[in-house]
């Protein structure tokens, strides 16, 4: 079975300038998770889609931040403009949760983000 | 908002010694999941606990939830230089999940 992609793997902007990065879920996997790690930190929820619908977004900034999952598969993730803050790693995780309960999340290898 | 206090924030140890991280929460949790970040890499999914009180084991892993489902903990025994990594509890509240600051072990062989 083939795990959480991302992409790119590293990306190096300066601030004020955009950037989007690419989620593709595990085949089947009805939610998908955007993370923001900064190096030191524990992995901040950023936005939670449940197919295509929105279910939490209420820690992303949303005046710079945006995401969508079009057909309720893969996902993308912008900042524009971008800060010197947002350098971190930015994970996408993929959980198979079909009820109320939360099931294992399998993580993607991330894309590291530095704002010079 | 939901917090999930993790201490300590580091721990290094003699390969063979015991190994411990908790979890704490002021407010009651769900669920709680625990993840292993290796260094470089991506977070890893352990193990989760529903119910109050529960004990699980992995290998040289226990895992435990408090009575009041208000704290976990991660037991080690013997550690290994394959356990170096992060270890990150995750509390669920509700229909929210929230990972904690992490604990970094470090083993010295």
């Known amino acids: 079975e083939a795990g959480v992609a991302q992409s790119p793997r590293y990306k190096i902007i300066e601030k004020r300038q955009s950037v989007a990065f690419w989620c593709n879920p595990i085949?089947?996997?009805?939610?998908l998770y955007w993370y923001q790690q900064i190096l030191g930190q524990g992995p901040k929820l950023l936005i939670q889609f449940q197919n295509n619908g929105v279910v939490d977004d209420s820690q992303l900034p949303k005046d710079r931040f945006s995401a969508e999952r079009l057909k309720g598969v893969d996902s993308t993730l912008k900042i524009q403009p971008a800060k010197l803050e947002d350098s971190a790693v930015y994970l996408c995780?993929?959980?198979?949760?079909?009820?109320?309960?939360?099931?294992?999340?399998?993580f993607g290898p991330g894309t590291r983000l530095t704002v010079l | 908002g939901q917090q999930v206090m993790q201490i300590p924030q580091y721990q290094h140890v003699q390969e063979g010694e015991d190994f411990t991280t908790y979890c704490n929460s002021s407010?009651?949790?769900?669920?709680i999941q625990w993840y292993k970040q290796r260094p470089g890499g991506h977070p890893v999914f352990l193990i989760q606990?529903?119910?109050?009180?529960e004990v699980k084991k992995q290998k040289r892993l226990t895992f435990q939830f408090g009575e009041a489902k208000k704290n976990s903990s991660l037991h080690i025994t013997a550690t290994q230089t394959t356990d170096v990594g992060t270890y990150f509890c995750?509390?669920?509240?509700?229909?929210?999940?929230?990972f904690g600051a992490g604990t970094i072990l470090r083993v010295k062989s």
């Open positions: 995750a509390g669920i509240y509700g229909n929210k999940l929230v």
């Open positions: 995780a993929s959980s198979s949760r079909g009820d109320s309960s939360y099931n294992e999340q399998f």
């Open positions: 606990l529903v119910k109050s009180g």
């Open positions: 407010t009651t949790l769900s669920n």
């Open positions: 085949s089947g996997h009805a939610t």
